[in-house]
């Protein structure tokens, strides 16, 4: 069998249209398979999806680098509405006819064909027009929240912007900022409402066209959740209130002495403590990405090389603009076999943090671009964020511009103390999010009606997040839902960034005792893509599988130990 002769330029072909794709995966259906063809057939399938995903990818990066671009959002809702449909069906298809074959003989097929299995299993025809559906509507959530902007000082600052004077030194500039955010985010309240209740039926219909009870069990099948389950979740969040929340409490409080309030407020909870300047650790994408740079490079000059090709290639954009989409991310593009970091830089080190982040994201992409099929690169993704929470923590020694940095040593030590409380504060947050969607998509009946989502939502809030006083803000805290895209966009996928936060600080922790080792460990596990386990990965990377009571308790004590002794450096 020969090789499929793909298009290798993703700006030569309409992806778009379904006739683009059409005749490739025709060829592979028709194709015979046998013992001597199989691999270079697995190969030619790859190879074609890996077509379909870069140009999807690259679809999506250009609409959210400019939401008012209507062409270039026409041309993501082309592709969701023309071929996306398609694809699924025709990738169901050779699907199904690769696990009516005998593959014991291609060990490493296992974990691909356990992923192929259960994908099979949920995949139901009459459910494709529902997922474009919910495309759609994913879509409309981040046109809704991309336009929020309001005039301050007679400047349009976007929610981005807004969140960066959340950190000033002067308390009314803090709460005004923060009251101009939330009458933003309550301006859009019904519209939201109504959105999700949409999506919430839609995904609902999904669970019940899948024979599965609701949309968790979809979910957790659909994100092959196959090393946990829902009442692991739960041990978790009850180790998060055992071992954790306390610690926030300390946080909180410590912070509202330094500030010298009788309360702690939602706005003084971003502003550092510190009597100094906040910090401003850059001018500009540019400088951003040298600092960057001149850090990973003290971290493993491999990966800082793996960055230096990104910032070369024009595959960062970092900076905030009046209409880019919200939050950050990092994707890949398979053809090419390079990652695409986007994000929205203020000159906060927040940014600075976003970027370690995503860079880790960026690495695994790299070091795992080598394996043969795309299937093998696609790791769980719990791990994923191992790789980006890793290389934050590991990172971290080298902000200052002894190693061409962006801090003095001083504002270093502030910088790492800043994160390392954030990662506890982070933590209980994390627990109410995943709380919450379990709690939405296991009551589908009652979930519809908005007023009991911010009763479930302000329940756990309660219960996780003691320590800042909301009083008068009472209906503002209850919507909180609302402003964490994750609940809309990406439904049950926020609990790997507790799972992943624990392994990376098992590997932060490895780092302290030896540097050299921790990273190469790392950087062994990245490699593996999506070939192991989820315990073999944290295994690899020298961290345990488990989210228990003591694991916490230890962690926590190396954190508050770790900011003790940075606080003698300030």
């Keep these: 069998m020969q090789n ?12 778009r249209q379904w006739e683009t794709f059409q005749p490739y995966f025709e060829a592979l259906q028709q194709t015979e398979i046998t013992a001597e063809n199989r691999r270079r057939w697995l190969e030619n399938w790859s190879n074609l999806l890996a077509l379909v995903s870069e140009s999807l990818n690259w679809m999506y990066i250009q609409k959210t680098i400019d939401t008012t671009n209507a062409e270039a959002e026409q041309a993501f809702l082309d592709y969701i509405e023309n071929v996306a449909p398609q694809v699924r069906i025709a990738d169901q298809a050779l699907k199904e006819r690769l696990l009516s074959l005998d593959l014991s003989d291609m060990p490493d097929m296992t974990l691909v064909l356990r992923d192929l299995r259960a994908e099979v299993a949920l995949f139901r025809a009459e459910n494709v027009p529902l997922i474009t559906k919910l495309s759609k509507l994913e879509n409309e959530y981040d046109k809704l929240t991309g336009v929020l902007s309001t005039d301050w000082d007679g400047e349009e600052k976007n929610l981005n912007q807004l969140n960066a004077l959340l950190k000033d030194k002067d308390r009314a500039t803090r709460k005004r900022a923060w009251e101009s955010i939330m009458a933003l985010w309550q301006s859009r309240r019904d519209e939201l409402n109504r959105l999700y209740a949409d999506m919430l039926e839609l995904r609902r219909q999904l669970a019940e066209n899948a024979d599965l009870p609701d949309y968790r069990a979809y979910a957790f099948q659909l994100h092959g959740r196959f090393d946990y389950t829902p009442e692991d979740c739960f041990t978790f969040h009850e180790a998060i209130e055992t071992a954790v929340v306390p610690a926030a409490r300390r946080i909180y409080e410590k912070k509202r002495q330094r500030l010298g309030l009788d309360r702690l407020r939602p706005w003084d909870v971003d502003v550092d403590a510190a009597d100094a300047p906040p910090l401003t650790p850059y001018r500009g994408q540019d400088e951003l990405i040298q600092g960057s740079l001149n850090i990973l490079n003290q971290v493993d000059p491999a990966l800082g090389r793996h960055f230096a090709t990104m910032a070369e290639e024009n595959l960062l954009d970092l900076d905030t603009r009046q209409g880019k989409a919200l939050g950050g991310y990092c994707t890949t593009l398979h053809v090419r076999k390079r990652p695409f970091i986007f994000m929205n830089g203020v000159g906060i080190h927040d940014d600075v943090q976003t970027l370690l982040h995503e860079a880790g994201h960026a690495f ?6 080598n394996l043969p099929l795309i299937w093998q690169t696609n790791a769980p993704m719990e791990f994923c964020e191992v790789a980006s ?12 511009t002894d190693y061409g940095g962006f801090y003095s040593a001083s504002e270093a030590a502030r910088a790492r103390i800043e994160h390392l409380e954030g990662i506890i504060t982070f933590l209980p947050y ?5 709380a919450f969607q379990h709690w939405v998509y296991t009551h589908p009946t009652e979930a519809i009606d908005s007023a009991a989502c911010d009763e479930a939502w302000d329940d756990l809030w309660q219960r996780f997040m003691p320590g800042v006083d909301w009083s008068g803000f009472e209906e503002l805290r209850t919507s909180g839902w609302h402003r964490k895209l994750h609940i809309f966009t990406v439904p049950f996928y926020y609990i790997e960034y507790g799972m992943a936060q624990v392994g990376a600080l098992q590997v932060w922790q490895n780092a302290i005792r030896d540097e050299k080792t921790a990273v190469d460990a790392y950087c062994r596990a990245l490699a593996l893509g999506g070939t192991c386990t989820l315990p073999e990965l944290f295994s690899t990377a020298g961290a345990e599988f488990r989210f228990d009571t003591t694991l916490l308790t230890e962690l926590v004590a190396l954190i508050e130990q770790t900011v003790s002794d940075l606080e003698e450096r300030q």
């Design 4 to 15: 499929l002769t793909l298009p290798t330029a993703i700006d030569k072909i309409d992806p």
């Design 364 to 369: 695994h992409s790299f070091e795992s671009a």
């Design 389 to 400: 929470m890793s290389m934050e923590l590991m990172a971290a020694p080298y902000l200052t």
């Design 430 to 434: 994390m627990a109410v999010v995943d």
